[in-house]
């Protein structure tokens, strides 16, 4: 009798390991985003342990740049991506073929307009240099946001697509410099002024609410958004991955972190 026992409890205890091996190669679903380091990643590390009670794993990789996030997410290096707003995803996706969407929007990241010699874009003097982001989209953006406020005035419905050669009335008679979005807050040493987009500007310690001498209002359409390949939108890993970013969790602290330089979104 004993043995017939013994020979049971093993076979429960070697049923129960098994299962439970089983469970736990299966357990996670694996999500490796790619993200810029502010405030992208910072939002991503606090779900990470809520997702991971969700069943899904996440893995952050950090990018410096607005190109190789969604080329690695086209060819499969990235599941996601967490850096940029639509209008920038849509003309990448044109300029480049990529077969990737939007999942949903987190956050706005007001661009400002920065100056270490001014403290009011009325103080900028004649001819002055304003240092732009120099992408196609980010590029218009920074020139709505100086038409906005009465610097220029450009051509009528060129919108983000928007260049100098659109600017139709320059009363300060200003000129442009086009650079890499992310080596913007260094030129402000050597430029009267410079449009910055708001993760560089965190990351360079910028508040646009504080240190802007103008910025874009609530209105802004430039929403940053995670991307997923076409398709998998409605996949369980990415549905849980938008809902724990669009938590009331992420709501409060990006209002209590940021205090106006990010919004959310949703």
Known sequence: MKKVLSLALILVLSLSLLIGCSSNSTELEKIKIGVSPEPHAKLVELVVDDLKKEGVEVEIVIFTDYITPNLSLDSGELDANFFQHEPYLN????????DIVSLGKVHIEPMALYSNKYKS???LPDGATISIPNDTVNGGRALLLLEANGLIKLKEGVGVNATEVDIVENPKNLKFQAL???ILPVTLDDV???????NYALEAGLNPVKDGLI?????SPYANLVAVKAGQ???DKFVKLLKALQSEKVRKYIEETYQGAVVPAF
Do not use: K, M
């Open 91 to 98: 003309n990448h996706v044109a300029e480049e073929g990529l």
């Open 121 to 123: 874009v009325d103080e």
């Open 192 to 198: 009267d002024g410079a449009v910055i987009n708001g």
């Open 215 to 219: 910025v874009e209002g609530g209105e």
């Open 233 to 235: 939108e409605n996949e």
């Open 180 to 182: 890499e979005a992310a």
